[in-house]
């Protein structure tokens, strides 16, 4: 198989990875469509997608109901929080997170100056923004085994 055929049957699974891409109705549908146990797992999954930290948390209406995603990005400097209202699909919340990864600028940790440069998620199309939101996802079953050994 030619490698641009092998490259188009990759793009072409990636864009038909419906984890990423269904609307979410609630946190329970989230966490369901994506096949993991709890929010925290949605945060280590943005934390290795933005290498960066992250923390999030449920907002709830006035009834009581789990409406949105309040989502704190941190920067070297400073921290962002915005709050992502249900229904929300993963890639919508991925890209938004980005966003506010650029706004804040490089995250070095320590001030000194990033080892590598970190992925434009904003620029990428849906399918490359995809393939690393897979990666990341990965990485988060992966840490979770480790977590269960310890």
Known sequence: MPASAA???????????????????????????????????????????????????????????ESALDVHVRGDEWSMSSAYDFPLSLIELARSCAETAVELGPFTGSGASPSTEPCDLVAMSDADLIAEMQGALGKVRIFNLMEDDA
């Not at 990636?14 to 989230?30: K, P, Q, Y």
């Not at 943005?46 to 449920?58: G, T």
């Open 7 to 65: 490259t188009d049957q990759k793009v072409s699974r990636n864009a038909l990875d419906s984890r990423f891409i269904t609307v979410a109705e609630g946190m329970d549908d989230l966490l369901g469509v994506v096949d993991v146990d709890e929010l925290g797992d949605i945060e280590t999954f943005l934390m290795f997608l933005l290498e960066r930290p992250v923390r999030v948390e449920s907002a709830w209406d006035d009834e009581g109901i």
